[in-house]
Structures are given as C-alpha cells and as structure tokens.
C-alpha cells in the first residue's frame, strides 16, 4: 500500500508540474495495481482529460457504472460531453429534473416566453434551481451542504448549473441558459464563468444584470467582487455609480484617474463627431455623423456606436447623409458597494489597482461617456504589460477605431491572428482595421468568419450588419441585426439599428415599433431618445420631437452644466488657473461633442416651433461644443432670415460659406438674404425720397 499511495502522489505531481503523459502513463499502472478503485479510476481520467482526450475518459467513468457513484464522476463526465459539444447527452446526464424551476429576474421566471421586468424588483432564485437533480449535497465528496460547508472552493451546485447553462445556451434555448446560468452564479458567486457567459453574451438587461449582481450572497470580507462585477455590467444611466466603484478598487493606483464628474445618466452607445463610417468593436463603439442642418427642414441623425465584445468593441456604419453606429456593451445600479468601504480592508486600501479586470472596466467607462483618448491609453497600458489580455483587446480594438489609428489596428489585426488564429476575435479585429479604411467588403467577409467561428459573439454580428448599411443594403442589414436580436435578448442596440434602417427606407411607422421596443429595455440610453426625435421631426410632430431631444441630452453626462452653460467651465477653469480643472474640461468637452448633433436637432426643432430665440440658444451650446461647423453657422444664418434679421443672416451665411464653400443652401440663401436686403433697402429709400426723386450714383 505505500508502494501504492507513494505512486498516487507522483501522479499527482506531474499533473501539478504539467507532465500529463508521465501523468496518464502512471495513473494507468496505479489504477491496475489498486484493482480500479474508484478514486485512482477518477484521478486516471482526470489525466485523460488534461491531455485532451475527452472521449477516452468519458469511456473510462462510464466503465462499471461510475459515473452515477459519485457527483464528483459526473462532473467530470459532464465536462467531457461539454468539450464534445455532445449537449443533448450532457444534459441526460446531469438529469435536469428541475428545468421547469428557474431563476426570476425583476420578478420574471426565464421558463419560457419573455416579460417585462417590473423596475425596482428583485433578483430570486428558487433553491430546488441551485442544487442539481438527485445529488446528495451533505455528502463529504461533495463538501457539505451550500449554507453550512466552509469555503474550499467553488460549490459543485455551481459548476453543474454551469454546465447547463452553458448546453441549454448551445440548443439554443435562451431562456433556460439565463435560469441555469443565474443559478451557478448564485449558487456561489465566486463562479464568475457563468457571469461572463450572461454578461458577455448580452442575456439581460441593464436592470437584470444590476438586480442579479445584487442578489448575490457575497462572504463578509469579499465584497471587492460584488464591486467588480458590478462595474463589469452595462453602464447605461449609472456612469457615476460605476466611478465610485472604479475609485474604491483603484485605490490610489496609477491607473487610477480622476475624471470629470460624470452625470447621472449616459450610454455606452455614443455618436462621434467623424463624418466618415468608423468601425469599433467587444467588448463593442460609436460614430457619428451628424447629418447638414438642413435649415429649412430635415433634422440631423447622431450615428451612435457599435461597440461590444469584452469590454466595447464595435463597428459603426455610414450612410449618405449621416454615418450610424451601435454601441455594444455593459451596467450596475445606484449604491452598489456604496457600503463596501468600511468594511473591505483591501478595496479601502485600492489594492486591486494593478488588476487587468479593473483597469479594463475603467477603460470601457472612458469608452462609454466618449473619452477615447483616456480609453485608448490604459488600454494601451495594459497590453503593453500583457499582450495576451484577451478582455482587454475589444476594448482596446473600438477605441483605436474612434480615433482612427488604422497603423495600430493593423499591428493589432496581425499579432492576433497569428497567436490565435482560431479565434473570432482575431478575425474581428482584421474585419475592423479594413473597416476603418472603407473597405467595406473585405470588412463584412471577416465579420463573417467571425460570427462563424463564434456565433455568440455580438460585436461581429453589428459589425456585419453595419457593413452592409454603410452601402446602403438596409435588407441585408436588418438580416444581420435581426439575428443579434434573437441571439442577444438583453441588446437594445440592434433594435435601434433596425429602426433607422427603417427611418432611412421612411418606414417610420415600423421604425417607431423598434424604437419603442429598444426604449422599453434601455430607457436610460441618449441615443435612442435621439432616434425617436428624429422619427418625431420626421412626423411632423416638432413638439413629440423636441421633447425627445430634451429627454437624450438630459441623459448626457455633463451636458447641463458644459454646454448648457455655454462653456462656463471653461472660464472657471481659466480663472482657477488650474491644469487639472482644464484637463477635466477638456475631457469633458469631448464626452460632450459626440452629441452635437443631438443638440443641433433640438435647435431644428425649436425653429420649427417659432422658437426662434431658443433655437438661437441651442445653435450658440453646439457651437460652444463643436467650433467653426458650417452647418451650424447656416442653421443660425437661416434662424435669423426668418426673424426678419438679414444683416445677421446675411453674416452668418457668409461664415458658414467660408468654412464650406461648396455648400449649395448656404449659397442659395445669401443670394436670397442679399435680395431681401437690397428690396428692404430701396424700399427705404423710396419712402425716405419720394417716387420721383433723384438718387446720387452708387460710385463717383
């Protein structure tokens, strides 16, 4: 016998040490000499399954009725069938008896078709969902009961929900993966597999990962995790919540900055201020060409973003007049781990600084309020300390797309596929550097190979679908973007993407459908406020309109009090004298400029009222964000012309012709101002005169 356990922990060791062939080889001879005692059968296929040898192994347990004995057997068989992608056999296996009891989200039951979460509810899950079918969890090979075992690992209930989750999510039956999925996680919240699979995967809503994420039964002492899955959610509407987590986990970390304070609310889909398509991506980003103001009309489109993947990958797409985008993305709730810092020796101390996870989820907060340059630097950051950190790259990848780095998007393209070459991500990042150039049909064929190699992966599926919008192919495009509404039920974003294709095609009473639909599961994000002002504008309806715009701007961080103030930061920070104020201004001003097109339609719609002094004043704050924009100059130009005022009028046409001279209105209008003037003029004259009276030579 000492012959025996002395070769278990040589065994033992090779596994530790990674020699799985010395280890396979001697676990064979251990398990003939002990006669096939079960825990050298185990430890055998175990060795079977280091080497990848999943079929081998999974023959070994089920040899002698086995895989039955012993939860710990089925574990592992079950994790074979997994890696054979044998799902229907994986789930025979774990017996889901329980698959008709489910985890409930917003007081919903994920067992079926799909209702809407009631605000403010709470996340619950049954405790016949936690434990699997028929499993003795007080037996010691399966390490106590879920409440009173001490914590030596992660909970097995966990890992068999995992694994469930994860088959019920490969046949496609979505709403049984969040249920089993949720389980895992709140079976034991150290489980994070299963929150990556529901937050990457883009299974709930904003308000659902925040109310799951709140559930957990997180250990006293640990609550760093609650604040870093937190901070991993989507951020729609509660980007200052999510910077007082960051803060608490940075501690005083070089990676720690000190952003402006942001607002209340704000989306991780933003337009830029490029008016050429951009691609970003996983993580998931945005662009956004606001469309000519169209003095006498037509109000101008934000593209937002497609960012996603990881952390914000995304690709943007164009369109003649205005270039759109889709933000793919993450979020938590007011007061998440506002109770941490007492109690939580190393968040007080911010020693998770230095963490990846951490300095990644800064950088998708710096993608999604729009600050690219802060978020293309940590990221930078981080890869140069990591070049492997597959989290991170997404991230990485939609940030260098929103400000054009197509040279690092090429490096990038390159370094991944020839480390991963399998990999979907590698291929997305080859399809964005081609986007980024324009090259739109070389972009789609590797959207394409992306989403083959992984179809779960959402930035492709946007990336795919903004490819073809950017040709103006809407059908082809809605095909792409329907089928990411199918496979990411907790997305709004394609949803908004249906809806200005259908704008674009002027279906508006189908794109007001989607819009609405997106709203009802993101109704904190700016732009698709901003969508349902221009189908508004678009009705006709200038008062439905405006309002929307209001509600989209409100939404922005930093908005009332930047451009709302008309630059008085700016002023204050120059009085102040103070290098950090500026720097926090001018962050904020390019947080803000995504969005001046959405304040150039508020101003439309002002016009359009008769409002014309507030249009005045709208047209002055998207000046104050976006200097020197001829379109701007000609929508103040034509505000005035309407008020009677041609000698503004005829200024403010004459600025906006000489920062685009080939703008056609513009040149139209001054002739017309000038007409008006001169009519105005000898109108004057005739009654200052007389009729017959002889006026002095225009030259002497």
Request: glycine fraction near 8%.
């Amino acid at each position: 016998m000492a012959e025996l356990d002395r070769l278990r922990v040589i065994v033992r060791d090779c596994l530790d040490k990674n020699l799985i062939t010395s280890a396979s080889f001697l676990a064979d001879k251990l398990a003939c000499l002990s006669s096939r005692d079960p825990e050298d059968v185990l430890l055998l296929a175990r060795c079977y399954y280091s080497s990848r040898q999943f079929k081998r192994a999974l023959r070994l347990l089920r040899a002698g009725n086995l895989v039955h004995s012993d939860p710990r057997f089925r574990l592992l068989a079950a994790k074979c069938l997994e890696q054979v992608k044998d799902w229907e056999e994986c789930l025979a296996l774990l017996e889901d008896a329980n698959s008709s009891h489910g985890a409930t989200i917003g007081g919903k039951t994920w067992s079926g078709v799909a209702v809407a979460p009631v605000p403010g509810a709470g996340f619950h899950t049954p405790t016949d969902a936690i434990a699997p079918a028929k499993l003795d969890l007080s037996t010691p090979a399966f390490g106590g009961t879920v409440e009173d075992s001490p914590r030596v690992g992660i909970k097995p209930a966990a890992a068999f929900n995992l694994i469930r989750g994860r088959a019920y999510e490969a046949l496609g039956n979505r709403p049984k993966a969040i249920q089993w999925l949720s389980a895992a996680l709140q079976a034991d919240p150290f489980c994070s597999e299963a929150f990556d699979e529901l937050i990457d995967n883009h299974m709930l809503t904003t308000e659902q990962e925040v109310d799951l994420v709140e559930s957990l039964s997180v250990p006293s002492g640990f609550e760093w995790l609650r604040l870093l899955y937190s901070s991993r959610c989507k951020k729609y509407g509660r980007e200052d919540t999510v910077e007082r987590q960051l803060r608490l986990l940075e501690g005083p970390s070089p990676l720690s900055h000190q952003p402006t304070r942001l607002g209340t609310r704000r989306t991780f889909s933003h337009p830029t201020s490029t008016p050429t398509p951009a691609p970003a991506a996983a993580a998931a980003a945005a662009a956004s060409n606001p469309a000519a103001p169209t003095p006498p009309g037509a109000a101008a489109t934000p593209t937002a973003a497609a960012a996603g993947a990881a952390a914000a990958t995304a690709a943007t797409h164009g369109t003649k007049d205005a270039g759109r985008g889709v933000g793919l993305g993450w979020a938590s709730r007011d007061g998440a781990g506002g109770g941490a810092r007492g109690g939580v020796r190393m968040v007080e101390q911010g020693l998770l600084g230095c963490s990846g996870d951490v300095a990644t989820s800064r950088a998708e907060l710096m993608l999604h309020v729009g600050r690219y340059e802060d978020s293309y630097r940590i990221t930078k950051h981080i890869l140069d300390g990591d070049p492997h950190d597959i989290r991170c790259i997404p991230t990485h990848l939609a940030a260098a797309v929103h400000m054009g780095r197509r040279n690092e998007l090429f490096r990038a393209a390159h370094q991944l596929v020839d480390d991963h070459p399998n990999s979907a991500l590698a291929w997305f990042a080859v399809a964005c550097y081609y986007y980024c150039i324009r090259q739109h049909d070389q972009a789609r064929r590797f959207f394409c190979k992306a989403t083959t190699i992984n179809p779960a992966f959402a930035p492709a599926w946007m990336g795919f679908g903004h490819t073809y919008a950017a040709q103006e192919e809407t059908d082809q495009a809605m095909v792409a973007y329907r089928t990411a509404v199918r496979l990411f039920t907790g997305f709004h974003v394609p949803l908004v993407c249906i809806g200005m294709e259908y704008e674009r095609s002027n279906n508006l009473s189908l794109s007001l459908h989607f819009l609405d639909e997106a709203r009802r599961l993101c109704p904190s994000d700016p732009l698709v406020h901003n969508e349902l002002g221009v189908v508004a504008y678009r009705s006709l309806d200038f008062t439905a309109a405006a309002r929307h715009f209001e509600v989209a701007l409100r939404l922005v961080a930093g908005y009332g009090a930047a451009a709302g103030e008309g630059g008085g930061g700016e002023r204050e920070a120059g009085r102040a004298g103070s290098d950090a104020a500026a720097g926090r201004q001018a962050a904020v001003a390019e947080s803000l400029g995504a969005w001046e097109s959405t304040v150039v339609n508020l101003g439309h719609s002002y016009r359009k009222m008769r409002r014309y002094g507030d249009a005045l004043l709208v047209y002055e704050q998207a000046l104050s964000l976006r200097p020197n924009t001829a379109s701007t100059f000609a929508a103040i130009a034509f505000t005035h012309h309407l008020q009677g005022n041609l000698i503004l009028a005829i200024e403010f046409y004459h600025k906006a012709l000489g920062l685009c001279p080939g703008d056609s209105l513009s040149s139209e209008m001054l002739g017309q101002a000038l007409k008006d003037e001169c009519a105005l003029m000898a109108a004057a004259a005739d009654d200052h005169v007389g009729p017959d009276a002889v006026l002095p030579p225009l030259f002497t």
